[in-house]
């Protein structure tokens, strides 16, 4: 019996990531996991509501692992998995639909934004809270490391879990987000929050090419005074009382700011993407593997609670 909380988090496999993506969610877990009962998730079926490629979507599933093993995470300590291995999170997803209001979901800001947007979203993308929920809530989980874009999301699991255990009786956990102040939301080099979707992001596993291209693009004023977008990201990689004395002596001086940050980004970014290399595709796969059936174990036992709850078993 693992008397440690339990401590989860999973990222999309819709793309390569970025440092916000670092910063936000896997560094904090990196950071913290030996101190829980950890489970890193790759998210594949939640890529789905916007990659339609196959083979895009499997090379991105190895790319995560790939990238979560060369962040630090060690698989022996931390239960590595894919989603879709266990179909236990779109069958308890499927019980919270039919719990919760389509007014409820109409609140979620991925779903209100893509609305606003005038595009047209498609219902995986409106469930999405709920596939979530389940990622979340089958692992009894305690804590989620997440940046401040996904707060809303976990609210949604804490009243799925409410829901469920007001109608079927004490089942779920409410779980409890982990947001890091100053990380909660990395700016991209055009001062917004980083998006894939915006455009404006610094590969975490780029080279030092598509790096420097990058930082290049940080969005600068022409008076050579606000160096800001350079500086909120500079602050990621270095601390504040040194920025200030480099920033007041290079004042203007915005070609040297950002190859310093180049430095700075290459030498926290490098040592990773070399480890990274080395991973092959046979680890990868036995990774997924053994990851798969630790997740199982405990999946499984609380959906068949579940399925008994509500009456289908
Ligand atoms: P996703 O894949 O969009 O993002 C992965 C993680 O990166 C964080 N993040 C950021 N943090 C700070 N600043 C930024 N600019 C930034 N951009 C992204 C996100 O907040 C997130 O923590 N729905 C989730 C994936 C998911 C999940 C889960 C997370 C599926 N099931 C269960 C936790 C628990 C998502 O789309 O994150």
């Known amino acids: 019996m693992n008397s440690k909380p339990r401590l989860l988090t999973g990222l999309q496999s819709s793309g390569d990531l970025h440092i916000g993506n670092y910063f936000g969610a896997l560094k904090p877990f990196v950071d ?24 895009v979507l499997r090379e991105n599933v190895k790319n995560a692992v790939r990238d979560y093993l060369a962040v630090g995470v060690d698989p022996e300590k931390a239960v590595i998995f894919r989603q879709s291995d266990l179909s236990e999170h779109t069958e308890l997803a499927w019980v919270f639909d039919c719990l919760v209001s389509v007014p409820f979901l109409q609140q979620a800001h991925a779903y209100k934004d893509k609305v606003a947007k005038g595009l047209e979203a498609n219902a995986g993308l409106f469930t999405y809270p709920m596939l979530m929920a389940a990622d979340i809530l089958l692992y009894d989980t305690d ?17 799925a879990a409410a829901k469920f255990n007001h109608v079927y009786g004490q089942t779920f956990k409410e779980p409890k987000e982990m947001i890091l102040k100053g990380v909660g939301v990395v700016p991209g080099t055009d001062g917004q929050k980083m998006s894939k979707s915006y455009g404006n992001t610094i590969p975490l596993f780029g080279s030092k090419d598509d790096i420097s291209k990058a930082v290049m693009s940080i969005v600068t004023d022409s008076s050579g005074e606000h160096p800001e977008h350079v500086y909120a990201i500079h602050s990621l990689f270095k601390p504040k009382e040194e920025l200030d004395t480099i920033y007041g002596i290079n004042r203007g001086n915005y070609k040297m700011l950002k190859e310093m940050l180049i430095e700075d980004i290459e030498g926290v ?8 290399e080395s991973i092959t595709d046979d680890e990868v796969a036995r990774v997924l593997s053994g990851g798969a059936e630790k997740a199982r174990a405990v999946a499984s036992a609380k959906m068949e609670v579940v399925r008994h709850a509500v009456g289908v078993r």
């Open 269 to 276: 970014l490098s040592p990773m993407r070399e480890a990274r």
């Open 143 to 159: 804590v989620v490391p997440v940046g401040e874009d996904q707060r809303q999301h976990i609210e949604y699991a804490r009243e």
């Open 32 to 55: 913290t996991y030996e101190k829980y009962d950890s489970f890193l998730m790759v998210a594949d079926y939640h890529a789905l509501t916007s990659l339609k490629d196959a083979e």
